[in-house]
Nanobody
Framework: QVQLVESGGGLVQAGDSLRLACAASGRTFSSYDMGWFRQGPGKEREFVAAISTSGGFKLTANSVKGRFTISRDNAKNTLYLQMNSLKFEDTAVYYC?????????????????WGRGTQVTVSS
């Protein structure tokens, strides 16, 4: 299975931007559909965005649509999440996830690999 390591989190002010990265080990990154999830304080983990193996198909949660963009660079074995116009309610630990079953399976959280997460804190 692919191993995933997130980076790029931090403390920012409302309205700022951040780009998260998820580095994948191994040579098979391009064969995985990928996704981002988040878990805020006292909340359950929720879906943020998913992307197909080639990057041609994407899903984005309504709560972040128009502000967050998922992308991937298969040559660099890296998944990204560009987050703009951050809000206080975006504060959460952000996780990347991988699976072979398609972006809807990723969206459902039925994945074979999870990263350990990176903290994003947005001050109001």
């Amino acid at each position: 299975q692919v191993q995933l390591v997130e980076s790029g989190g931090g403390l920012v002010q409302a309205g700022d931007s951040l780009r998260l990265a998820c580095a994948a080990s191994g040579r098979t990154f391009s064969s995985y559909d990928m996704g981002w999830f988040r878990q805020g304080p006292g909340k359950e983990r929720e879906f943020v965005a998913a992307i197909s193996t080639s990057g041609g198909f994407k899903l984005t949660a309504n709560s972040v649509k128009g502000r967050f963009t998922i992308s991937r660079d298969n040559a660099k074995n890296t998944l990204y999440l560009q987050m703009n116009s951050l809000k206080f309610e975006d504060t959460a630990v952000y996780y990347c996830a991988a699976d072979h079953g398609g972006i809807y399976q990723v969206k459902a959280g039925k994945v074979v690999s999870w990263g350990r997460g990176t903290q994003v804190t947005v001050s109001s």
